[in-house]
């Protein structure tokens, strides 16, 4: 168990909908991250969040946002649903803004399928 | 724009012998820091080791080790005494300095019992 939640575990949902992805952070963790993997492939980031203010931004589409609230908790809201943005979704979180390389564990994932 | 390639997407071992997966990278930085990390079935991301590349000593943890060649910009892990339980997909990202981590697109490692 890394100390990183994400709920929910498993979202099934039609095309054009939306909806939205939580992360709890390991306690005391400032920095959190999203990725994005599809079916056997690499992990795409989309964005990290340090402290409540977005810190990078990869190759999130204009459709997706987050957000960091003060409890360090994040969400990432996924709008106008598309088949291909059927994939698991993970968030991440380290203690700082990987200055030094520290480690970013991985939640265990929400797995979103889009009818 | 930093890349990382996995040049292997499936290798097979016996179990109890050795394996290495190998990762290679293209940057133009010359501080970063690079991961191994292991996904099994069950999806979790799970990190093996990690190394500094200023520090030229190989990082090792246990059964894994990495070669790591920094003017070649290769990466690879090494697996001594292969187990049942380090069948997964393996994948090799780099981090750089926007603090991203930059993926390889995995290799699925199959354990021979």
């Known amino acids: 168990d890394s100390g990183v939640t994400q709920t929910p575990k498993h979202l099934i949902t039609a095309t054009g909908q939306r909806v939205t992805l939580r992360c709890s952070p390991r306690?005391?963790?400032?920095?959190v991250y999203w990725y994005q993997q599809s079916l056997d492939q690499g992990l795409q980031f989309l964005i990290q969040y340090y402290n409540g203010e977005e810190r990078a931004k990869g190759n999130i589409l204009e459709r997706f946002s987050a957000q960091q609230f003060p409890d360090l908790h994040s969400e990432l809201n996924l709008s106008s649903l598309e088949l291909g943005d059927s994939a698991l979704y993970f968030c991440?979180?380290?203690?700082?803004?990987?200055?030094?390389?520290?480690?970013?564990?991985f939640g265990p994932g929400t797995r979103l399928t889009v009818l | 724009a930093q890349t990382v390639t996995q040049s292997q997407p499936e290798m097979s071992v016996q179990e109890a012998e050795t394996v290495t997966l190998s990762c290679t990278y293209d940057?133009?930085?010359?501080?970063?820091?690079l991961f191994w990390y292991k996904q099994p079935p069950s999806r979790q991301m799970i990190l093996v080791i990690r190394q500094e590349a200023y520090k030229q000593q190989n990082a090792t943890e246990n059964r894994f080790s990495v070669n790591f060649q920094k003017a070649a910009k290769s990466f690879s892990l090494k697996i001594s005494d292969s187990q049942l339980g380090d069948a997964a997909m393996y994948f090799c990202?780099?981090?750089?300095?926007?603090?991203?981590?930059?993926w390889g697109a995995g290799t699925k490692l199959i354990i021979k019992p």
């Open positions: 991440a979180s380290s203690a700082q803004a990987l200055a030094g390389g520290n480690e970013q564990f």
């Open positions: 940057t133009s930085e010359s501080d970063y820091y």
């Open positions: 990202a780099y981090l750089d300095s926007n603090y991203q981590l930059i």
């Open positions: 306690s005391g963790d400032l920095s």
